[in-house]
């Protein structure tokens, strides 16, 4: 992916500006439209005066014309009005709105971008078993919105599974669009329509694909008694006729590529064991602070160590934290061993800013909480990061801690990742869990919690049992905000509840 390439979809906060973008091109259209109207009221004005003089004369030709000032009166107009209605016809209307649509081109999203959104699309519905025929209702995981998709929204699903070679997954998209277009209570308006000789023949080639070549000449056979365009299908019938006299008795595909369900899956469908809740204190150990403000403390695991606080940082620190990171919001990376680069990955899909420690008041205070939620000392830690997911936004399993034996110079310096923050900013409607597959934890986001883990065994080394990963979000613009304290400072300040 290039550098310039917004990613619209990774971040639900940074799509805003694209539906402020909308605003003004529909406001733009609608202007078009204003422009046609006049140009249309003008000319059927001058039509019906022009036609009402005309008839008049026809019905009396030799008599009207027998007055001279009627006479007069035609030659004059037939010489010059038509010249200048020549003139006004070939006048463009709405030029400048066109030129408008031109220059924002550069804005819109890319293929790229739709290629994005509908792959999260596809994680959604892969995620959690989800049925194609319930998302394209609105029918989200169990959850009815008043939101549904169109045949344009199907067919761009199919064909970018179709691109993918998803073929099974494809065909159920198109389906949908098929059903759609025969359902002629939503016809497409013109320049967006659809044409529905041509989403056949794209099932059908996903049908060959998968060798169910009878069914492909019955979808073949079922668009050529439709009035469509019928030349490319008939092409395509002759063929799909010999594929069936040449290959008799061939088995079809299996529809769906073998998909295992794993730990990750059951533990992002909420599927884990529930925790207990009788872990619930209140710390005031921490640190001096937490004897005058306890903190709401819940132990979720003891090997390795991991704390769920409540109500750790309040509406109005999340409110501005937000707001200091919109602004510089930008696609989120990953570190790569191969390279030593920091880069745009599909298994992470989210957009993220950086706040330095002294960065302002707010950035204090959270810091300062961090040590009192920790007793870790944050000098030498990472700066705070802000993020926020977006469509289908998720994090694939992975590890925070670096691989010490391909330590960087950062590393180095102030030691690995020893412990991991992470506060939740937002509710999550649906989805978005961070799971723990090979502990069988899970985290679902509240508002105003911060969950906390140790990555790093006693002996300095990754705890491969802290593998864990954001799950897909399915409904909600999930914030969160994390810290990852480094281990050289710590040197006498792990607590002892872990025990090894
Ligand atoms: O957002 C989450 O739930 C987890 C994020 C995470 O694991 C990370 O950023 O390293
Ligand atoms: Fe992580």
């Not at 005066?49 to 030709?61: D, I, V, Y």
């Not at 064991?273 to 001096?288: E, G, I």
């Not at 999550?428 to 919690?449: H, R």
Request: one cysteine or more; aromatic letters at 10%.
């Amino acid at each position: 992916q290039e550098d310039n390439e917004k990613s619209h979809s990774t971040s639900i906060a940074g799509m805003v500006e694209l539906l402020k973008l909308e605003d003004q091109l529909v406001e733009n259209l609608s202007q078009y439209a204003d422009e046609l109207e006049q140009k249309l009221r003008t000319v059927r004005g001058f039509v019906t005066g022009m036609r009402k003089e005309n008839q008049l004369a026809l019905n009396q030709t030799e008599h009207y014309l027998a007055n001279p000032l009627n006479a007069f009166s035609l030659i004059r107009r037939m010489q010059q009005d038509w010249t200048h209605w020549q003139y006004y016809m070939q006048q463009e209307v709405g030029l400048k709105q066109l030129n408008f649509v031109k220059e924002m081109q550069q804005l819109l999203p890319t293929s790229t971008d739709l290629e994005e959104a509908a792959a999260s699309i596809y994680r959604i519905h892969s995620t959690y078993d989800m049925k194609v025929s319930d998302i394209v209702k609105g029918l989200l995981n169990g959850k009815q919105y008043a939101v549904s998709l169109n045949a344009l929204d199907s067919y761009a699903m199919g064909k970018y599974l179709y691109d993918q070679q998803n073929f099974g997954y494809a065909c159920q998209w198109i389906f949908q669009a098929i059903e759609w277009l025969k359902n002629g209570k939503h016809k497409l308006p013109l320049p967006l329509a659809l044409d529905l000789s041509e989403v056949s023949r794209l099932y059908a080639e996903s049908l060959i694909q998968m060798n169910r070549y009878a069914d492909a000449l019955n979808v073949i056979n079922s668009a050529l008694s439709l009035k469509t365009d019928k030349v490319k299908l008939l092409l395509r019938k002759s063929e799909v006729e010999h594929l069936i006299r040449t290959h008799p008795n061939i088995a079809p595909k299996p529809q769906f590529v073998k998909q295992v369900v794993g730990a990750y899956e059951h533990g992002c469908r909420g599927h884990f064991p529930v925790r207990s809740q009788l872990h619930c204190v209140y710390n005031s150990t921490n640190s001096p602070f937490l004897r005058l403000a306890p903190l709401k403390m819940e132990l979720v695991g003891l090997d390795p160590y991991m704390v769920l606080y409540h109500d750790v940082i309040s509406d109005k620190e999340i409110s501005e934290l937000q707001s200091l990171a919109v602004p510089s919001l930008k696609r989120a990376t990953v570190f790569q061993q191969a390279t030593g680069r920091n880069t745009v990955v599909k298994t992470r899909t989210s957009k993220v800013t950086w706040l330095a420690d002294g960065f302002n008041n707010l950035t204090g205070v959270l810091n300062r909480r961090v040590m009192d939620m920790t007793g870790f000392n944050v000098v030498g830690s990472e700066m705070l990061q802000v993020m926020n997911y977006g469509l289908g936004g998720h994090y694939d399993k992975h590890y925070d801690y670096f691989n010490s034996s391909l330590a960087t110079n950062l590393t180095k310096m102030n030691g690995d990742r020893i412990a991991t923050v992470l506060f939740y900013l937002t509710d999550v409607e649906q989805g978005g869990a961070t799971v723990f597959p090979n502990i069988q934890k899970a985290v679902f986001p509240t508002k105003g919690a911060a969950i906390i883990w140790y990555n790093l065994k006693h002996d300095g080394e990754g705890d491969q049992r802290t593998l864990h990963a954001a799950c897909p979000v399915i409904v909600g613009s999930k914030w969160v905000c994390n810290k990852w304290v480094r281990e050289r400072q710590q040197a006498f300040r792990r607590p002892c509840l872990t025990t090894q």
